[in-house]
């Protein structure tokens, strides 16, 4: 006589299915991110692209992940009805679950540094989250594990998780998106894609796509000052540790589990206060008042435009807009804040407002 265990709960599906429809329906409502058109001399034959995740329903490219990661874990059935949702975060992922909570009814506890910007610990409140602030960054793995345990919640895990929640293939893919946007322009396939690293999702789900879809294009993860990327992509040591970084969003003070350097074609490693600087000419240049991980894409697309027109190539260049500045009034856009750090963006600002007369990068980093 054979032996049955049955662990059907069809309350608990129920709210599953219907949970799922809600996050479903909220990406059916938010139209596609634009790309938008950078103005550089005609004659370069080079076309960038910035494509503006900034216009979610959150502010940033971490509506996508947060979104993402909610629909795997409750098809997981890792997240049920009046599961305590827990992440780890330095402050945009956290502010993209704590909306996709409220929307599920579920309480949500963000586990951040205490450096986070005071514009992102209020977005997470807004939303119905509770921020849970720590001292020392490296912390911030543990103390939600521990804070997962005590609730009987669940620990979203992004530096794990972002890499295989993403279906790089085509659902909720940035990297298609970004192909089909360009099937009408004179060069639909980059030469490069730029894009930080912060879980390594993006980059993992961009590298994929294009090995996938057989392009040859090329991609670039820029990476800031204080980060254990760079290093680890250098060398191949994936257990190097830094002391993290000043760029919220990117860089981390540890290789995380969803960085994959295998699908990454180059690595250009970008100082603060390039980052700072490419940020503000981009806002003067464009008029679209971004944030500094932005700033960081915008030093490397620079540089590999020059090097593109060094060789005489010809082609186009996407980059993202990871969010807006309003999210860091008393950080990157702030005189003061810049002085307390000690960084002069001087020099990095003089060499961006004269690369499109010149076509150079005067400053080696």
Known sequence: MSRNVDHVDPVCRAWIAEAIRKVEADANRSADTHLHVFPLPPEWGIDLYLKDESVHPTGSLKHRLARSLFLYGLANGWIREGTTIIEASSGSTAVSEAYFARLLGLPFVAVMPASTSPEKIELIEFYGGRPHLVDDPTTIYA???????ETGGHFMDQFTYAERATDWRANNNIAASIF???ELERYPEPTWIVVGAGTGGTSATIGRYVRYRRFQTRVAVVDPEGSAFYGAFQDGDMTRTAPGSRIEGIGRPRVEPSF??????????VPDAASVAAMRWTNEVTGRYTGGSTGTNMWGVCELIAEMLRAGQRGSVVTLICDGAERYQHTYCSDAWLTEQGLDIEPYLAALRTFPKTGEMPIEV
């Open 143 to 149: 103390e939600s594990r521990r804070l997962a345990a």
């Open 180 to 182: 089909e946007q360009l």
């Open 260 to 269: 994959l350097p295998t699908v990454i074609d180059r690595m250009l490693q």
